[in-house]
C-alpha cells in the first residue's frame, strides 16, 4: 500500500513539474524544433527571433528566450510531441549540443 502511494505521488509530481515548466517556457514543442532546426543552418538568433514572431505574432518567445533556446537549453516532453517528432527532438537536440560545442572551440 505505501509503495502504491509513493509512486502515484511521484506520477503526480512529475505531471505538475511538466505542465508548470512547458507554460513558464510560453512556447510550443513545435517552435523549440523550428529553432533547433535554424540554428543548425546557421542563422543568427536575431533572424530567428524575427521570423518566428511574422509567423506567429501570438507567440509569447522574445530575444532572450530565442538565445537561451538556441544553445539546446530547453526541455520537451513527451506528452507535447507526437513520439515521431519527439525522437527528431532528441536528435536535433543532440546535434545542436554538437554544434556549440564546436562553435565555442573555435
Do not use: H, P
Not at 533547433?36 to 518566428?52: A, M, Q
Not at 527532438?89 to 549540443?97: A, D, I, S
Request: net charge positive.
Amino acid at each position: 500500500m505505501d509503495n502504491k502511494y509513493k509512486k502515484d505521488f511521484i506520477q503526480m509530481k512529475r505531471e505538475r513539474r511538466e505542465k508548470k515548466r512547458t507554460s513558464k517556457r510560453d512556447i510550443t514543442g513545435e517552435e523549440v524544433i523550428f529553432i533547433f532546426e535554424k540554428v543548425l543552418e546557421g542563422w543568427k538568433t536575431i533572424k530567428i527571433y524575427n521570423t518566428l514572431i511574422q509567423n506567429n505574432s501570438n507567440s509569447a518567445i522574445d530575444k532572450k528566450k530565442t538565445e537561451k533556446i538556441s544553445t539546446g537549453n530547453c526541455k520537451v516532453y513527451k506528452s507535447e510531441l507526437s513520439k515521431e517528432r519527439y525522437e527528431y527532438y532528441t536528435t536535433l537536440r543532440e546535434k545542436v549540443y554538437e554544434y556549440n560545442k564546436t562553435s565555442n572551440d573555435k
